[in-house]
């Protein structure tokens, strides 16, 4: 996966939108999934076009965090999660010197992504500002003991996952939300019966997608985005996928606003 073997995501890049780091509020991190970028996952702070806060999608060695399935035996998937995990690591030590308190940082994953920050913040917990994991959960063999020491102190956590999934089975996400309900997490736990994770698939999009500029999608985040600051009143919710939901609730939560947006390269 790398010429680093023993620690696989050392220096990797992080890529970033929104506010710059030094004058943000508050800051989302955001986990791509096995096989995709940091590139796609940051279009969704950029279609949000966050004003107040700073996204930072860092970029996996070889698009993979870890080798293995998330159902693996731990060991199988070191060094790589240990490596991805101190990255994380790392990344919340920099908002912190930025002077933004770990209550205003949030994790978003998804696939790959939503694995392993569930499994940080089981690993590392605090009152982070929020967890969003879409088809994920905490790692280990189904039947291994998941059970982590620690308090979260009401985090808001979002557990999403079509069922059946291919890779992620329902009763692991279930798991999760129990033992961070148990950890004092605030837990929303979304079943989608025979469907996968499509919305979150597009809205995470490709290149091509992003390039055909902004289309329906983009405006309804917008919308949504805007009503849920009470700018407008808007019907149109109901209708939004929990990504976008979930995210901008977030915001919420954290006190972020929504307007102008640029993106830049960091190390």
Not at 84 to 98: K, M, N, P, V, W
Not at 160 to 169: E, I, K, M, Y
Request: with cysteine; aromatic share 6%.
């Amino acid at each position: 996966m790398t010429s680093n073997q023993t620690n696989p995501h050392q220096g990797a890049p992080v890529l970033q939108s929104g506010l710059v780091l030094e004058h943000a509020q508050a800051a989302l991190i955001l986990l791509h999934g096995r096989g995709g970028s940091a590139e796609d996952i940051l279009a969704l702070g950029q279609e949000l076009e966050l004003d107040h806060a700073c996204c930072l999608a860092p970029q996996a060695a070889g698009h993979t965090w870890y080798p293995n399935s998330f159902l693996a035996p731990i060991g199988n998937n070191e060094p790589w999660l240990e490596s991805a995990l101190e990255l994380i690591r790392d990344l919340i030590r920099t908002c912190q010197g930025a002077r933004i308190p770990t209550s205003r940082i949030a994790l978003i994953g998804f696939s790959q992504g939503a694995c392993l920050a569930s499994e940080f913040v089981a690993r590392n917990p605090q009152r982070y500002g929020g967890l969003v994991a879409f088809t994920g959960g905490m790692l280990g063999p189904l039947g291994s003991d998941i059970h982590h020491a620690g308090a979260l102190e009401g985090l808001p956590v979002l557990l999403s996952s079509g069922d059946p999934d291919p890779h992620v089975p329902w009763i692991r996400v279930e798991q999760t939300a129990a033992e961070f309900t148990r950890m004092g997490a605030t837990v929303q736990l979304k079943q989608y019966i025979a469907r996968f994770e499509a919305n979150a698939k597009t809205l995470l999009g490709t290149r091509q997608r992003r390039e055909e500029g902004r289309g329906p999608a983009y405006k309804t985040i917008r919308s949504t985005c805007y009503m849920l600051f009470g700018l407008i009143t808007s019907k149109e919710r109901d209708n939004e996928s929990d990504l976008r939901i979930a995210t901008l609730y977030l915001l919420c939560v954290m006190g972020v606003k929504c307007s102008g947006s640029k993106s830049c390269v960091v190390t």
